[in-house]
């Protein structure tokens, strides 16, 4: 008998292997050696029966005389069919692309080499032999190769594993399912194990490189280690990451390297592993946690090379220039020597960094006077002299910076340019630190977020993205999503806010997918932009990418054709600046000039530069909001930036509808409440709500929240205005004038206007009702008095009712305004033979105040009441 077998915790490599062997040993039974991963679980649930794979259970090892041994040479990775490769009487032939180590089993036949997977070697022994490939061979053999070269990304990746991918995709390879059985989602158990290891992760540098270990304890096997060793790759963006789970009686370990200096196979020998320098694993028995990972991190010590550093290649001395000089001699020196910025240094100490984009802005506004340090940014991205110009490369790439200055000790001692980095790329260093800017595999993979779109965005939206990217290559255009949608996506959150900017013409565009979708499209050609809309609740923004100038601080933007990179600039903060491509080609690519995603990791909001909030005052209102929706931080200088900004008062300057625009976003925010809170820190209060004191109201504020959730547990409440609940709060203890003057700033409609005016003149009689003693008030008097006021004062009524038997009170007081509606209404008064007129309003009003105070229970009741009113009604007017 001849079997084809793998590794156990078999993976889709080792799959497809066995069924591309089968190919080239028609007569070879397909054996599984033990343990599934879950995506070849799920594909086997699928194709079980059209594979015809056996179990280990079902062969009998003794009459077995050839293994064929795939993806695999270790015979402890074979389950019980490691028994039987030493013995005489048995052939054993060996497919397989990892390295040779000691204790390997050796085969008669042995083609072992150096490639992406190892399906690549058994294509092209099955191409040599002309065999035929039906279309499902193709597919599972595309999944094998896809799988263990991340689709083509992995520094492993060879030549022959893409001629592999294209002769399957001439024998009809679905990508379709290939695409759906790589991304399977995790199970709870691999959710559970994740969790556990990002919460006991150690980050470490290590001769230059940013290496992650994490570890974890589990009294199950779980499958798919390397799946969560490469997702937690994918979110910490490290060089080096290995991955320890304690599991039954083992330690498995899980290498990931992004960096040639850093080996995990070479790592992994120490422990009797294998695999390649970028992808690499081992499995230590009866192991204990704590001391496998000390061990591991002392081999990771001795065998991560230092690269070449910043200090190396750097330029010195440097050209500078002083705090105290005017911007306009600023400029002149960036002129002269042809720089695009200089440091700031005071004394010997670099203190900032202005550029030329900081000069040419400040001189637009007319303020080439001013000295350097009132322009410089503080927020200097410098680099120590042991920096790896690895890191400096991707640094000066998300920065969009040319030149970067390393500093010792705060003293600047050199400076690296684009055409260091350059030199260094083009062999004029040692060839041995050529490999050091090869970027390849996992770090590439980082950059696309393809993956993280497909679970987040709901498949309507990702087909219109998908669809525009097809429109922009016939168009022979790049368009790019950007700014909000990119930011929730990278947050995993549900997006709606399509904003799409176009290299090319964004309202020709907008015209062809308003096509393709029958909707319509509004244009406006003045600012090259146009609007999609697919539906009330759904636009599309479409853009040519522009960049926009201020003609003073405060006003409208002027527009101009541009470049992404522009476009991104002129956004308000980093979170906001990133974009995604849509191109086919490069579909999901993240584009992130200024280092957005690190401020995301980190939590942090931060302007773009420094005269931002001079540009456009209301980014002061969207950095506030922005902070507290998400829990983040205002960075200390966008921070400084911010304060100086409203010192200058140049929010009075921006118009009431702006304002108002932007001020409704934060009233209609779940965090609403802190967000005003923040505003009255930082002092912005007063140009928002002149003649409104922040700490008089801010306890109602605070207790918002709460009290709008218990109203409407209570079933009493929809909240159709949420925005008003917040702006009859901010104005309760406001007088009218001082009411009416903020609601006519800012446009509101005279019915919600008199909705502010009657809870600001009714909120505190209401609560001195309440507070008194129930058989000294009249249900129907403080009935009354509440209905006089909108149900969106209510929230702050309860907020201001401390005391839980107020609020109770409160609670069955609107239940009895809600259950004591009467049943008699105006046909009962009309079938009596009275005409319509104001009677009617006055009987029905005493009838419903009879009802409140539990006069009268029933409909009988009523029709008594009724008519003994008008009677008197009638023999009064007598």
Known sequence: MEIITTHTNTDMDGLAAMVAAQKLYPDARLVLPGKMSRNVEEFMSLHKDTLNVYSIKQIELEKIKRVILVDTKRRRRVGKIGDILNQPEVDVHIYDHHPWVDGDVRGSVEVVETVGATVTLLVEKIKEAGLPVTSLDATILCLGIYSDTGSLLFTNTTHRDVDAVSYMLQNGANLAVVADFLGRPMTNEQKALLKDLLVNAQRHQ???????????????????????????????????????????????????????????????????????????????????????????????????????????????????????????????????????????????????????????????HGLGHAPVKGFMTVRVVSVPGDMPVSELRELMINHDIGRVPVVEDGKIVGIVSRTDILRTLHGEVQTRHRVVYNNGGERLSRRNIGWVMERTLSSAVRNILKQAGQIADSMGYKIYAAGGLVRDVLLGQESLDVDLVVEGDGIRLAQELGKIYDVRVRQHPKFGTAEVVFSDEFKIDVATARVEFYAYPAALPQVESSTLHQDLYRRDFTINAMAVALNENSFGTLIDFFDGREDLQYHTVRVLHNLSFIEDPIRILRAIRFEQRYGFKIEPQTLKYLKETVRRGVLARVSNERLWEELKHILLEPEANSMLRRMGELAVWPDVFPRVNYWEVEPVLKDLPQSMRQISDWGMMPLNSRWLVYFIAVLHWSDTGVARNICEKYGISKRQTEKVLAALQGWSRAVALIWKAPQYVKVSHLAKVLLQMPRESYPMLLA???????????????????????????????????????????????????????????????????????????????
């Open 800 to 878: 201001i009712l401390e005391d839980e038997k107020l609020k109770e009170r409160f609670r069955q007081l609107l239940n009895i305004i809600e259950d004591s509606k009467p049943k008699t209404n105006g046909k009962y008064i009309k079938h009596l033979g009275y005409r319509p007129g104001p009677v009617y309003r006055e009987v029905l009003d005493a009838l419903w105040r009879e009802r409140l105070d539990g006069n009268l229970r029933t409909e009988e009741d009523e029709h008594a009441f009724v008519r003994d009113y008008l009677a008197r009604v009638t023999k009064r007017s007598e």
């Open 206 to 364: 290590i001769n230059g490189a940013k290496v992650l270990l994490a570890r974890a304890r589990t009294p199950e096997f779980i499958v798919g280690l390397a799946l969560i060793a490469h997702t937690i790759s994918e979110i910490e963006r490290l060089d080096v990451v290995f991955v320890l789970a304690e599991m039954e009686d083992r330690v498995h370990i899980v290498g990931r390297s992004s960096i040639p200096q850093a080996d995990v196979a070479e790592v992994l020998k120490h422990f009797g592993g294998g695999g390649h320098a970028a992808a690499a694993s081992a499995t230590v028995k009866n192991g204990v946690l704590d001391d496998v990972a000390w061990e591991l991190l002392d081999v990771i010590y001795r065998k991560i090379q230092p690269p070449i550093c910043a200090a190396d290649i750097m330029t010195s001395p440097v050209k500078t220039v002083a705090p105290e000089m005017s911007i306009a001699e600023a400029g002149q020196i960036m002129l002269r020597y042809g720089h695009t910025g200089l440091p700031v240094v005071k004394g010997d100490k670099l203190i900032g960094v202005i550029s030329r984009r900081d000069v040419e802005k400040a001189n637009h």
